[in-house]
């Protein structure tokens, strides 16, 4: 039987061989909720890019550039890393380049896996029905906060390999108690996370509207998946 696994932060990840799996990245705030919803939107690819300092050159190239550090947009770029920044019908078939704290040192780190793709609640069944079609094994990479475990993207690691339980088995404890956070927060993910770090952290930055918004499950059916440096819609 094939394989889920979770990995609670990248600082784990050399602990997993990844080239032989399909690597799940996800940052629920923000960045992979992010991603889906511009490629919900039409925009062509998202480039991540670990640096501020890769942003710039690409920058100086052209082409548009989110950067968010800290829960903060970037000076000087054009996007941040709030969802609703991508909602803009003038962005269709555009490509941005996009870093962020977590979400894209995370997917740099996991980018030698056989198929890359990113999650949110956003597109959580879109993202179930892709891994359903799989024959690889499945390793949730949960981006974390700046390397430290978090809650947000360990609940929905545990919601993923709940909807798999009859194709996939769990590969080690870590997705056993993904599943158990995902129970015991599934009823209320707003009122589960409240106390949460990055919920507190971004409410001292006035950030309430991005996180009810990130919690919202199958708002979009696609998934954004790493084709050459590039997340295109690829399901």
Request: with cysteine; hydrophobic share 45%.
């Amino acid at each position: 039987m094939k394989t889920i696994d979770v990995c609670l932060t990248p600082e784990l990840l050399h602990l997993y061989q990844v080239e032989d799996k399909v690597v799940v990245v996800v940052d629920i705030l923000r960045a992979t909720s992010c991603m889906t919803t511009a490629i919900a939107y039409g925009v062509q690819s998202m480039i991540p890019v670990a640096t501020v300092e890769e942003c710039y050159n690409w920058q100086r190239k052209g082409f548009l550039v989110a950067a968010e550090r800290n829960g903060e947009k970037v000076n000087g770029f054009d996007f941040g890393n709030s969802p609703f920044s991508y909602m803009d019908k003038n962005l269709r078939g555009k490509s941005i380049v996009f870093t962020t704290t977590n979400g894209t040192l995370a997917i740099s780190k996991a980018k030698k896996a056989k198929q890359l793709v990113v999650g949110s609640f956003l597109n959580l069944s879109a993202v179930v029905n892709f891994l359903n079609e799989q024959a690889e094994d499945i390793l949730v990479v949960c981006a974390g906060w700046k390397g430290k475990f978090n809650l947000e993207d360990t609940i929905f690691a545990g919601a993923v390999a709940e909807r798999l339980t009859a194709r996939f088995t769990a590969a080690c404890d870590s997705t056993l108690a993904a599943i158990s956070l995902y129970h015991a927060a599934k009823n209320n993910l707003e009122g589960f996370l409240a106390n949460s770090s990055h919920v507190q952290r971004l409410a001292r930055l006035n950030i309430h509207e991005d996180v009810a918004f990130c919690l919202k499950t199958d708002q979009f059916d696609v998934v954004p998946g790493l084709e050459g440096d590039q997340l295109v819609k690829i399901f």
